[in-house]
């Protein structure tokens, strides 16, 4: 029998010998991958979340490939993700006519703003992960001629 | 005729109650399965309780429990503790340690002189030396000693200990070593050279066995009075094991989903909840035995979070009790688990975490199904009477 339900149609079928649970992961990534594209998880509670896997990442040779990643991911901002509503019930239509109109007013110097953060940001992360680069490799450089050295004294 | 009828165990903890890891529960499952099977044994720990101080607190002496006898010896008192942090900090930071902080790190940390001269005494009378975990002084150094009679029980993970040189020679040195699972056996691999790992013949997957059991799925929720659905992790609390991680993946969880979900913590540590999360999370804390088969079995999914883990027991024990399980995919024993028993979800993100809860919690005939095929694993592998060939096969082989 299938069990499909929201975004994980035909996933898996129950009532079989076995459960492909590497499919259903997989189906999952995808689907992950997906919603990612369209902002589903660009939300500050996933930031939060995501504090305590970013630190246990830390001490291991993934975290720097892995944090650029979310930095890229973060650093090209968009500022037309959102709809312009009104909660307050009275009056609604005025009210997002009035934020709409505010809106068109500031847009031009907002963009101004944006376009300069945007640049600063794509600017920032090259050069971190330039520097990550270099120091990767000066710090390998480095351990190598030390063990060299160990070993030259002991034979010495 | 078994040729290993003489056995000790080496050991700095002996499990009681909250004050143990699944390392030292380990030793103790294998040492009772060798007692029940008609050799003599003997576990040699110190008197020590909590592995941050390593104070003694137990008397020392002999004690008979769970069927064999145990020594206790204490623990050395002249350990500089403020020089052990010093290079352990160093050493967590993947800061490459020279030769004299290596020595500062393994003279300082767990140590007996008394248990060490007991073996330098009576090594003779013993065919097999079984030590383990393999991240502390005192089995580092015993096993270093007593190379040829040692039965190395590491439970190995890819951390900056595993990486010194002591560490190193003793894998490379020791007579036998017995893992927990096949991951387990290929990270040793990795970091020590295949030949020396796989090929020579020392390397075994034994493991450790369960006992079948039964709880009832209704029993826990209704002692702690939680009307909705709940996972759950058991173990200790701590960073290492990823408890902060799950908190703060529950509390954005109950946050963006908003859906009625409870998170049950049992186990010993410090809890720090989110303010997202305060109100969802039931710390229990210790369980005895029977109440957290309960609480697994009334799980709608086992949790477990951590990246360092050599055989899961909880994991294992969970699906023993029927229920299906999430995992931290950084975890490759973890993940292979799953993989294999068709049972658990491995998760690299929060993302990944909410779609994977949110496909368990849409889904009760999947986490019936999932439940039903970790138990058969379980059974099948992971049973006494798969384990218990394994472990004396490779006691016995010379």
């Known amino acids: 029998m299938n069990t499909d339900k929201g975004n994980h149609d035909s996933i898996f079928a ?29 939300d500050p509670a996933v930031v939060r979340a995501e504090r305590a896997n970013l630190l246990c990442s830390s001490d291991d040779e993934t975290f720097f490939p892995y944090y650029l990643e979310c930095l890229k991911e973060a650093a090209a901002v968009d500022i037309n993700d959102y709809e312009i509503v009104e909660k307050r019930r009275f009056m609604a239509g005025a009210f997002i006519a009035l934020k709409k109109a505010i809106w068109h ?52 | 005729m078994p040729k290993a009828k003489a056995i000790a165990f080496v050991c700095p903890r002996y499990p009681q109650g909250a004050a143990a890891g699944g390392a030292e529960t380990l030793l103790r499952s294998l040492a009772v399965q060798c007692a029940r099977d008609g050799r003599k044994v003997l576990f040699l720990t110190t008197c020590a309780v909590d592995h941050f101080t390593w104070a003694n607190e137990l008397p020392e002496g002999p004690e008979d429990r769970d069927g064999i006898q145990i020594i206790r010896f204490p623990v050395n008192t002249d350990r500089d503790t403020e020089a052990f942090l010093a290079v352990q900090s160093r050493l967590c930071s993947n800061i490459r340690l020279s030769e004299d902080e290596e020595d500062t790190f393994l003279k300082n940390g767990v140590r007996s002189d008394a248990l060490m001269q007991f073996l330098h005494e009576r090594h003779a009378d013993f065919d097999r030396l079984v030590m383990g975990p393999y991240l502390f002084g005192l089995v580092i150094s015993a096993a270093t000693a007593f190379r040829d009679r040692t039965v190395l029980v590491p439970c190995l993970h890819d951390e900056p200990f595993a990486r010194l040189k002591a560490v190193r020679e003793m894998f490379l040195s020791v007579r036998r070593i017995l893992f927990n699972t096949a991951e387990e056996m290929s990270l040793a691999a990795r970091l020590y050279g295949e030949a020396p790992i796989l090929s020579s013949g020392r390397a075994r997957v034994v493991g450790m066995g369960l006992d079948p059991f039964e709880a009832d799925p209704a029993a826990f929720a209704k002692k702690h009075n939680i009307g909705a659905p709940y996972i759950l992790y058991a173990g200790r609390r701590e960073p290492l094991k990823g408890t902060p991680m799950l908190i703060d993946y529950f509390g954005a969880y109950i946050e963006r989903a908003k859906r009625p979900l409870a998170l049950v913590l049992a186990g010993s540590g410090r809890v720090e909840t989110t303010p997202a999360s305060e109100t969802a999370v039931l710390d229990v804390g210790f369980l005895a035995e029977q109440e957290k088969r309960e609480a697994m079995a009334g799980a709608a999914a086992f949790v477990h979070p951590s990246a360092n883990e050599s055989l899961g027991i909880v994991l294992l024990e969970a699906w023993m009790a029927g229920t299906p399980a999430l995992v931290n995919a950084r975890s490759a024993v973890l993940a292979a688990h799953c993989r294999n028993a068709g049972a658990g979800l491995w998760f690299r993100s929060y993302p990944e975490f909410e ?27 992971y049973s006494w009477d798969a384990v218990r060939p394994r472990l004396l096969a490779a006691l016995d082989s010379d």
């Open chain 1, 105 to 156: 007013l500031l847009r031009f110097y907002t963009y101004r703003l944006w376009s300069q953060q945007n640049q600063t940001n794509a600017m920032l992360v090259a050069a971190i992960e330039n520097m990550e680069n270099r120091h990767r490799a000066r710090v390998r450089d480095l351990e190598d001629r030390i063990a060299r050295l160990e070993r030259s004294n002991k034979t010495a």
């Open chain 2, 355 to 381: 779609e994977e809860i949110t496909l368990l919690l849409d889904n009760p005939e999947l986490r019936r199904a999932m439940g039903e095929a970790g138990r058969r694993y379980v059974l099948r592998e």
């Open chain 1, 14 to 42: 129950i009532g079989a010998d076995g459960i492909d649970t590497e499919a259903i992961v997989e189906r999952i990534r995808a689907a992950v991958a997906d919603k990612m594209a369209r902002g589903a998880y660009r």
